[in-house]
């Protein structure tokens, strides 16, 4: 009986000892790709960061200046002034485009003849 | 364990033969008994004691250590623990009211060379000087060869100069990571963002500092890591501080000025929409402050904080407002305006002879010096002082930016009776155009105090001391609307946005006393829309001439009005300011619904 603890316990051992290496080095494993992501991370903000910085960079008015005048022929674009301002009643209804009407029979005067 | 017996019958025995007490056996061997436990237990304590001391220095002696080597390592970001709004960059962006980015950060590397490294020094001093034009190759070469250990060799690569250095392939050549401040607007609002410099370097980074304007003023503020990358929000407006430079830097080449300087302020939140100020510079390349000449003559002088002028006629509305405030006049009262008025040995002349008498109104619409002296005569130099005091003239604005400080008004050392008559038409005391701006935007909110901001805001502060009453402030403002309809600065008439100002042309000082007879201050200060004023605008040229006439023509009504008319034309759409037909005008119009 005592032998057999003895060697359960054996056991025992060893299999907490393989269990605790594959613990370590999944932690590890873990920790590896943990910090390969946080650097992929820091990469993507600092790009983000370069590209927010580009993006100011080519909106700058003084190049948005030169492109309207240089595209003027094509895009007509001026500065904003007071006359672009209007009323939501002023904007007219878009002009409804009806089918043509072909062999008109007057009903009304159909029925008045009768 | 044997047990001795307390009365062992043998003892007892022959105790009793001799006559003895039995009982002083048994207490000495009960003594023993006790001594002999007391013993034991003392052992068996002091030995839990030595454990209980030994975990204690194990326990201590584990802190220690730990401590020690935390102290020693080198700082390290936590592997396993989530990376949230983490820092980003060591240096906060700084943003417009619309979010629009006025200064962020760029990562970059700068150069620098370990001499002892090198392989070939000739070729990498050639290279580098090829790369570089800057560099002298020779200065370069005695550098490398000689007994230095370390150099710096550029603050900032470019990404293209860094392959090149690359691609030279000398190991003395190294790169250290540095984050570089970007303005990517360029000389846009240049004034106010200041600029930035390094401040401490080591190889692996660099402080950056500002150097000036709000990058100086909020240094703790933008590097503060608690802030979690949280931009400063500016008030400015990036299209309509665009806009602002451009028409200035237009009218300032017109008008063949040296110097321009305009200011647009929200009257309620006091907040600066716009702060231009001509010439201007890069904030991206600042340049060095001009060694030993004029401060004011340097591009990197902001005349609308730092430069105080005097502002001329500009000032008569403030006079003429406090005598309706106080009741002393109407609009109607008519004033004396025979010339010219002499006080002392000073004289006081108009501009031109407006005739004997003019009313309130008139002295303001057609700008008359001696009617504007003789209405603060009823007003008195106690009250005009206090009111000019109240209006902010006597201390520097409170604009969040690191030269506002140095925009001192300059105030005579006494308020003597000229000085009043003088002050009342803004000659004898100098403020910069900031100042004038929050005045009338002071003017502009109906008589409440408005303190002048950098910051966006979204609601008016409370409590701004009350400086006239509103009454009193819608009357000033519609007598500057008529000053604009049909008074000196009519050029200033913008359809559909009724500006209300005051125009005001003052002689320059010469620095060798006197006056300048040829160089003026050219101002126009206003409020617009007159009906329900949002905001109020300043613009100042210095030393302006408009040559298309037959005579030079100095007077702002010719040179400031027209450059500012064309401000607010452009800017009050861009404001969201809808054009409106002013009552009275488009009367015969109805609309008719049908």
Do not use: C
């Amino acid at each position: 009986m005592r032998s057999l603890v003895l060697i359960l316990t054996g056991f025992a051992v060893m299999g907490l000892a393989f269990w605790a290496y594959r613990e370590n080095y999944r932690t590890q494993a873990a920790l590896a790709e943990t910090a390969a992501l946080q650097r992929q991370i820091a990469e993507l903000r600092e790009a983000l960061a370069i590209q927010r910085a580009e993006w100011a960079y080519l909106n700058r008015p003084e190049r948005l200046r030169d492109l309207a005048l240089l595209n003027f022929p094509r895009l007509g674009l001026v500065p904003i002034d007071a006359e672009r301002f209007g009323r939501i009643d002023e904007v007219a209804y878009p002009r409804v485009d009806l089918p043509a009407l072909h062999g008109i029979v007057d009903t009304a005067a159909l029925e008045a003849g009768q | 364990m044997i047990r001795t017996p307390l009365r062992p019958l043998a003892r007892i025995l022959s105790a009793r033969a001799k006559g003895e007490n039995p009982d002083a056996i048994e207490r000495e061997n009960l003594r023993l008994r006790h001594e002999e436990m007391r013993d034991r237990q003392r052992l068996r304590a002091e030995g839990r004691l030595l454990i209980l001391g030994l975990l204690f220095f194990g326990a201590f002696t584990v802190v220690g250590a730990r401590m020690g080597t935390l102290a020693a390592s080198e700082p390290m970001e936590p592997v396993a623990a989530a990376s949230g709004a983490s820092i980003l960059a060591q240096r906060a962006d700084i943003v417009d009211r619309k979010g629009r980015v006025l200064a962020t950060n760029l990562a970059t590397h700068s150069l620098y060379a370990q001499p002892p490294l090198m392989v070939d020094p000739d070729r990498a001093a050639l290279e580098l000087a090829r790369i570089f034009p800057d560099l002298d190759a020779d200065r370069l070469r005695a550098d490398f060869t000689g007994s230095r250990k370390f150099l710096w060799i550029k603050r900032r690569l470019s990404p293209e100069q860094m392959q090149a250095v690359h691609d030279i392939g000398d190991p003395g050549l190294l790169f250290g990571p540095r984050e570089m401040r970007l303005y990517p607007n360029g000389t846009l609002a240049a004034h106010v963002l200041g600029g930035a410099g390094f401040g401490r370097e080591g190889v692996t980074s660099a402080e950056v500092v500002g150097t000036a304007g709000v990058e100086k003023q909020f240094d703790t503020w933008l590097r503060d890591p608690a802030n979690g990358g949280r931009p400063l929000e500016l008030s400015l407006d990036l299209s309509v501080q665009a806009a602002v430079e451009a028409v200035l830097a237009g009218g300032m080449r017109l008008m063949n000025a040296k110097g321009a300087t305009a200011v647009i302020m929200d009257v309620r939140t006091g907040e600066v929409i716009s702060l231009a100020s001509l010439p201007d510079f890069d904030p991206n390349a600042r340049p060095a402050p001009l060694a030993g000449r004029d401060p004011s003559d340097s591009p990197l002088f902001n005349r609308a904080v730092q430069g105080v002028y005097e502002l001329g006629s500009t000032f008569k509305a403030f006079t003429v407002g406090q005598a309706l405030d106080l009741g002393l006049v109407s609009p109607e009262t008519l004033i004396d305006t025979r010339g010219p008025l002499k006080w002392g040995r000073f004289t006081i002349r108009d501009f031109r002879n407006y005739g004997p008498q003019l009313t309130v109104r008139e002295v303001l619409v057609k700008s008359s010096n001696i009617g504007t002296a003789r209405i603060v005569a009823m007003t008195g130099a106690e009250r005009q002082q206090a009111f000019l005091k109240a209006l902010g003239f006597f201390e520097p604005t409170s604009l969040e930016i690191a030269e506002a400080p140095t925009g001192r008004p300059l105030l005579p050392r006494k308020w003597s009776e000229i000085v009043m008559l003088t002050a009342s038409y803004g000659h004898g005391l100098s403020a910069s155009p900031l100042h004038l701006a929050a005045a009338y935007a002071t003017i502009g909110n109906g008589g409440v105090r408005v303190m002048p901001t950098i910051l966006r805001r979204t609601v008016p502060p409370e409590g701004g001391a009350r400086v006239m009453s509103a009454e009193a402030a819608a009357t000033l403002v519609s007598i500057m609307r008529e000053t604009v309809a049909h008074g000196t600065a009519t050029f200033a008439d913008v359809p559909g946005y009724a500006v209300a100002g005051k125009t005001g042309t003052a002689d320059k000082p010469d620095p060798r006393g006197g006056y300048y007879d040829d160089r003026v201050i050219a101002t126009f200060a206003g409020v617009f829309p007159a009906h329900d004023p949002a905001y109020s605008i300043v613009v100042t040229l210095d030393e302006p001439v408009e040559t298309s006439g037959t005579e030079p023509r100095r007077t702002a009504g010719w040179t400031a009005v027209p450059v500012a008319a064309e401000i607010i034309r452009r800017t009050a759409p861009l404001l969201g300011l809808r054009p409106e037909v002013e009552q009275g005008t488009g009367a015969g119009l109805i609309r008719v619904r049908n």
